[in-house]
């Protein structure tokens, strides 16, 4: 097998791939031979060492897998050879196969190809506990998505479409405003060059009742000023760079709340909720209810250019890697 290795928390171009025996299953696990890895923007964050959490080193980043089970450890039950399944580990999935514990596997749901299940878990496990359990988006809502054009941005589109919102994506470039569009926004803002609070308060008829921001930075002020009564505001992430310093006037001014989002720790804290939370989401994606997007490809051994792409800014959409 070939594994994509961090061996230092360094610049994403230190990665190195490494050739490796095939595993066999120890007892509980299974091996999938990985046709899809989804690519995070954590996952740049990983191996620079930049994250809250370091995993011990050496390790192969990935936290998304999509493939076919090609071997069973004999105390196994319910898991067959051949099964396409689709499993989070946390790390390991940047490789041609990952040992995973057989009770992290679960079928693909419905007509998905790999690609789409393997992007799925993370954006959509954020987006639907964010926006039906950390708030309750309700049916004619406006909702303004920052970043629309990234993963958790397309994801969070998707989901609030299902729930019958109106939807205003932002983002930087018309290939990912194209891409909003596609997933279901009905307007688009061109953040860079247009008045993000004006014209989110314009296209919504006076105010929006949600914002879901994955990007923080300078966009973060104008979003919470969009807001109308009521307002609630998703922080869920800080893409952008600068972590931002919400003015709390802003806040006490129309009754708005800030919401915040950490679905990785949720899913450790509550297990059950988090089984319901999955159990939902393969239901509502297997029957073509969300439409997640199919996902752009990159070859395994162009791991850092995949990483740097999105580092960069320059995907419009999901990314995979393909072994
Ligand atoms: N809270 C949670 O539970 C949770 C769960 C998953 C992910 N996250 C976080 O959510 C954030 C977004 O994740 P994602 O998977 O959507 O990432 P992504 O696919 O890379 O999208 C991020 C978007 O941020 C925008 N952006 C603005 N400034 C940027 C910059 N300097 N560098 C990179 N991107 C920039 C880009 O859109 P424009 O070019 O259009 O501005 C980009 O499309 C990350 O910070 C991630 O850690 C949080």
């Not at 105390?75 to 399944?85: F, H, K, S, T």
């Not at 406006?142 to 983002?171: E, N, S």
């Not at 018309?174 to 009905?186: I, P």
């Not at 919504?204 to 104008?222: E, I, K, L, M």
């Amino acid at each position: 097998m070939r594994a994509v290795v961090c061996q230092e928390f360094a610049p994403i171009d230190h990665l190195v791939i490494e050739e490796r025996p095939d595993p066999t299953p120890s007892p509980g696990k299974v091996v999938v031979a990985v046709r899809a890895a989804g690519v995070n923007f954590v996952d740049g964050l990983f191996v620079q060492g930049k994250y809250q959490i370091k995993p011990p080193l050496p390790f192969t980043p990935g936290g998304e897998v999509a493939g076919d089970v090609v071997a069973v450890a004999d105390d196994v039950a319910g898991v067959n050879v051949g099964d396409r399944v689709l499993a989070m580990p946390w790390l390991g999935g940047y490789a041609t196969h990952d040992e995973l514990a057989a009770g992290g596997v679960v079928p693909i749901p419905g007509g998905l190809s790999y690609g789409q299940a393997a992007a799925l878990v993370q954006s959509y496990g954020t987006m639907l506990f964010s926006l039906t359990r950390r708030t309750h988006l309700a049916e004619g809502e406006w909702v303004l998505v920052l970043g629309a054009g990234g993963g958790i941005g397309l994801a969070a589109i998707d989901v609030a479409r299902h729930l019958g919102a109106h939807v205003i994506a932002a983002a930087s470039s018309e290939d990912k405003l194209d891409a909003a569009r596609a997933a279901g926004a009905e307007a688009t803002i061109a953040y860079e060059t247009e008045d993000l609070k004006t014209r989110a308060r314009e296209l919504s008829g006076g105010g929006v009742d949600v914002v879901v921001d994955p990007v923080g930075d300078r966009f973060a002020d104008p979003a919470l000023r969009a807001l109308k009564w009521m307002g609630r505001y998703l922080v869920i992430g800080f893409a952008g760079g600068e972590i931002p310093r919400l003015p709390a006037n802003q806040v006490l001014l129309n009754n708005r709340s800030v919401i915040g989002i950490d679905w990785g720790a949720w899913t450790m804290r509550d297990p059950e909720g988090n089984q319901a939370l999955l159990g939902e989401l393969m239901t509502l994606a297997g029957s073509g209810a969300l439409r997640p997007v199919e996902p752009i490809e990159y070859p395994l051994d162009d791991v850092v250019r995949a990483l740097t792409d999105l580092q960069d800014r320059k995907v419009a959409g999901k990314v995979v890697l393909v072994p």
